[in-house]
T-cell receptor
């Protein structure tokens, strides 16, 4: 089944403890992206990647890192999480000319 | 900078009534517009792409470049249409920022029986 898989689905952590949210897609998509969803703010793009080793900042990149060493994987790294990064995070992927991202199920992160 | 505005946070209609979810955008280049839907406790799903000019689940949307709008319409709303709807914009394929997809704030549609 074609899908975008994120792990974990739920995560509670403490301020300052580094964490990684994984994202994997099995559709051979070139483009992958991370979003955060907050009430009243909708979805905001954190980072996106056009292909392996090619990434660019979205609208809210501060406090996040990404890497794209393999085409299928696009992990989101929070080096020093803070409470304002408590949010629902979505990973998504698409291919050139396909139009429209396919989204993962989301990761609900709480930073205390 | 690209921007998408959905002026209504909440929209309530009765079953069988027409529904229109508004979306306006700001973009200097040639945009691609989308509507996504998020049902309760589910992931976002692509509903419509303006380039396809398709009708999905009875919904249609027309890109009006003069008014920079991409409103979503359905002539007869159903209870199962209740969900969060997002309008989104990206640069056209071939552009250097093709992967950058900007969303509006979303509109929660509630269809009452």
């Amino acid at each position: 089944e074609a899908q975008v898989t994120q792990n974990p689905r739920y995560l509670i952590t403490v301020t300052g403890k580094k964490l990684t949210v994984t994202c994997s897609q099995n559709m051979n998509h070139e483009y992958m992206s991370w979003y955060r969803q907050d009430p009243g703010l909708g979805l905001r793009q954190i980072y996106y990647s056009m292909n392996v080793e090619v990434t660019d900042k979205g609208d809210v990149p501060e406090g996040y890192k990404v890497s794209r060493k393999e085409k299928r994987n696009f992990p989101l790294i929070l080096e020093s999480p803070s409470p304002n990064q408590t949010s629902l995070y979505f990973c998504a992927s698409t291919s050139w000319g396909h139009y429209g991202y396919t989204f993962g199920s989301g990761t609900r992160l709480t930073v205390v | 900078a690209q921007r998408v505005t959905q002026p209504e946070k909440l929209l309530s209609v009765f079953k069988g009534a027409p529904v229109e979810l508004k979306c306006n955008y700001s973009y200097s280049g040639s945009p691609e517009l989308f509507w996504y839907v998020q049902y309760s406790r589910q992931r976002l799903q692509l509903l419509l792409r303006h380039i396809s000019r398709e009708s999905i689940k009875g919904f249609t949307a027309d890109l009006n470049k003069g008014e920079t709008s991409f409103h979503l319409k359905k002539p007869f709303a159903q209870e199962e249409d209740s969900a969060m709807y997002y309008c989104a914009l990206s640069e056209s394929a071939g552009g250097t920022s093709y992967g950058k997809l900007t969303f509006g704030q979303g509109t929660i549609l509630t269809v009452h029986p």
